[in-house]
Nanobody
Framework: QVQLKETGGELVQPGGSLRLACEAT????????FGWYRQAPGKLREFVAW???????NYASAVKGRFTMFADKSKGTSHLQMDNLKLDDTAVYYC?????????WGQGTQVTVSS
């Protein structure tokens, strides 16, 4: 079992930056990859970024070049550095980790981009 907790979401102006954090507890040695997803009001949850245990990275086209993800498997932590935030980035951001045969999710942290 793995438990996840996200922190760092808040209100920010367009063009601003935020750094989200995700802390995993429990059986962190079983984690294979880390990911971030988001869900805007009235929309489906969507992929944001992903890092595999071997370091391979993938970003959604909407955030590529603006968001950078970091992960430390040994500590069970991941971070999402978000720069040049746009109104459309407003969403609840969820941390996700994959273990063999299962995914775990955090409860989310609200990011609001507004002037």
């Amino acid at each position: 079992q793995v438990q996840l907790k996200e922190t760092g979401g808040e209100l920010v102006q367009p063009g601003g930056s935020l750094r989200l954090a995700c802390e995993a507890t429990g059986d962190i040695s079983s984690i294979q990859n880390f990911g971030w997803y988001r869900q805007a009001p009235g929309k489906l949850r969507e992929f944001v970024a992903w890092i595999a245990a071997d370091g391979r990275e993938n970003y959604a086209s909407a955030v590529k070049g603006r968001f950078t993800m970091f992960a430390d498997k040994s500590k069970g932590t991941s971070h999402l550095q978000m720069d040049n935030l746009k109104l459309d980035d407003t969403a609840v951001y969820y941390c996700n980790v994959g273990v063999i045969g299962k995914f775990y999710w955090g409860q989310g942290t609200q990011v609001t981009v507004s002037s």
